[in-house]
């Protein structure tokens, strides 16, 4: 049975409430303990400036190679740039809000990891339940691995963190993911860890994607940065503006959805998966298709996408801009 297995798969009998007591305390002392040694975003952390190169896999299994650049000052002020060929995507970060800017609809769905790779201790503000703490050599000879109870809501995924018992660094998440098209398991191994300061950097990342070998990232550059230009934190004009919530949230939920239109002379069933921002009055915003069907039905499913309205996402109860993924489906017509 390979690791990927055991983390799916994994099971035992249900502990008394001494023992998951002990389990929880374990495997949250273990990420407290890899949090603080490696967390160079934490509150207290000095500001950096850091460069990274990283190639990724794409869709048509070509290799895309790029650039990823991040000045941080603090959670509610940074910046980062992703370049891959002529694309450049641009992200500023606010105390509840972040600013997405894309060069052009070209960019790679692909090197959306990458920010979820680089920042390392980056998943949901949620209180995280776990199942088991065990051993795990397969993955590194005094590996250690915390493994969270199963979630119904996603397919039953967990998340996993796997740990050096003699550093007490992080070696490798796994972590559910949303995709258009499904919910991906999605592992990132870090290694070759430098001191920087007070913390432990991993300079080199590899992901996969259920199974499949997706991103690799290496750290080129990463210097203090005392005094950045507070330039670099305004919001560059025309970019899409996302909520940030550190409580519980919920999601859009369709108010009007009317059916689509088809495309002229086409009969063939068919479904369009559109990226959108729905914001603050429900309204769709920055409308993307992620999953095509053809040139055809993509017009179709935009236009009425850009007709339908949102009762629009929540954190703690006010309404935040929410980017999700929605399906437009064309029925087999009947004649």
């Given at each position: 049975?390979?690791?990927?297995?055991?983390?799916?798969?994994?099971?035992?009998?249900?502990?008394?409430?001494?023992?998951?007591?002990?389990?929880?305390?374990?495997?949250?002392?273990?990420?407290?303990?890899?949090?603080?040694?490696?967390?160079?975003?934490?509150?207290?952390?000095t500001a950096f400036?850091?460069?990274?190169?990283?190639?990724?896999?794409?869709?048509?299994?070509?290799?895309?190679?790029?650039?990823?650049?991040?000045?941080?000052?603090?959670?509610?002020?940074?910046?980062?740039?992703?370049?891959?060929?002529?694309?450049?995507?641009?992200?500023?970060?606010?105390?509840?809000?972040?600013?997405?800017?894309?060069?052009?609809?070209?960019?790679?769905?692909?090197?959306?990891?990458?920010?979820?790779?680089?920042?390392?201790?980056?998943?949901?503000?949620?209180?995280?339940?776990?199942?088991?703490?065990?051993?795990?050599?397969?993955?590194?000879?005094?590996?250690?691995?915390?493994?969270?109870?199963p979630d119904p809501?996603?397919?039953?995924?967990?998340?996993?963190?796997?740990?050096?018992?003699?550093t007490g660094l992080?070696?490798?998440?796994?972590?559910?993911?949303?995709?258009?098209?499904?919910?991906?398991?999605?592992?990132?191994?870090?290694?070759?860890?430098?001191?920087?300061?007070?913390?432990?950097?991993?300079?080199?990342?590899?992901?996969?994607?259920?199974?499949?070998?997706?991103?690799?990232?290496?750290?080129?550059?990463?210097?203090?940065?005392?005094?950045?230009?507070?330039?670099?934190?305004?919001?560059?004009?025309?970019?899409?503006?996302?909520?940030?919530?550190?409580?519980?949230?919920?999601?859009?939920?369709?108010?009007?959805?009317?059916?689509?239109?088809?495309?002229?002379?086409?009969?063939?069933?068919?479904?369009?998966?559109?990226?959108?921002?729905?914001?603050?009055?429900?309204?769709?915003?920055?409308?993307?298709?992620?999953?095509?069907?053809?040139?055809?039905?993509?017009?179709?499913?935009?236009?009425?996408?850009?007709?339908?309205?949102?009762?629009?996402?929540?954190?703690?109860?006010?309404?935040?801009?929410?980017?999700?993924?929605?399906?437009?489906?064309?029925?087999?017509?009947?004649?």
């Amino acid at each position: 049975m390979d690791r990927w297995s055991i983390f799916v798969f994994l099971a035992c009998l249900i502990p008394s409430c001494a023992q998951a007591q002990s389990v929880q305390q374990r495997a949250e002392a273990l990420l407290d303990k890899a949090r603080q040694l490696s967390d160079i975003r934490s509150p207290n952390a000095t500001a950096f400036r850091l460069k990274a190169t990283f190639s990724l896999i794409g869709k048509n299994l070509d290799m895309i190679e790029g650039t990823y650049t991040e000045v941080w000052v603090s959670k509610s002020q940074w910046r980062r740039e992703t370049v891959v060929k002529d694309w450049r995507r641009t992200e500023v970060g606010g105390a509840a809000r972040v600013w997405l800017l894309d060069s052009s609809n070209d960019f790679p769905e692909q090197a959306t990891l990458l920010s979820n790779a680089i920042e390392v201790f980056r998943w949901p503000p949620v209180n995280l339940a776990f199942d088991s703490v065990s051993d795990h050599p397969e993955i590194a000879p005094s590996a250690e691995c915390a493994v969270t109870k199963p979630d119904p809501a996603n397919r039953n995924l967990r998340l996993a963190f796997c740990f050096d018992k003699k550093t007490g660094l992080l070696l490798e998440k796994v972590f559910p993911e949303e995709r258009p098209w499904n919910l991906a398991s999605e592992a990132c191994d870090y290694s070759s860890f430098h001191k920087i300061g007070d913390h432990w950097l991993p300079y080199k990342i590899a992901c996969s994607e259920d199974r499949h070998h997706q991103l690799d990232v290496a750290i080129v550059e990463i210097s203090p940065e005392p005094s950045p230009d507070p330039a670099l934190f305004t919001p560059p004009p025309g970019a899409t503006e996302l909520g940030v919530c550190e409580q519980k949230s919920k999601p859009p939920r369709p108010a009007v959805a009317r059916s689509p239109r088809w495309p002229p002379a086409s009969d063939q069933k068919s479904q369009v998966t559109v990226s959108i921002v729905v914001d603050t009055k429900g309204i769709p915003q920055d409308i993307k298709v992620v999953d095509s069907a053809g040139a055809s039905f993509n017009e179709a499913a935009v236009n009425t996408v850009r007709s339908w309205r949102f009762f629009p996402a929540t954190c703690g109860g006010d309404p935040m801009p929410m980017r999700i993924n929605v399906q437009v489906q064309f029925p087999r017509q009947l004649h």
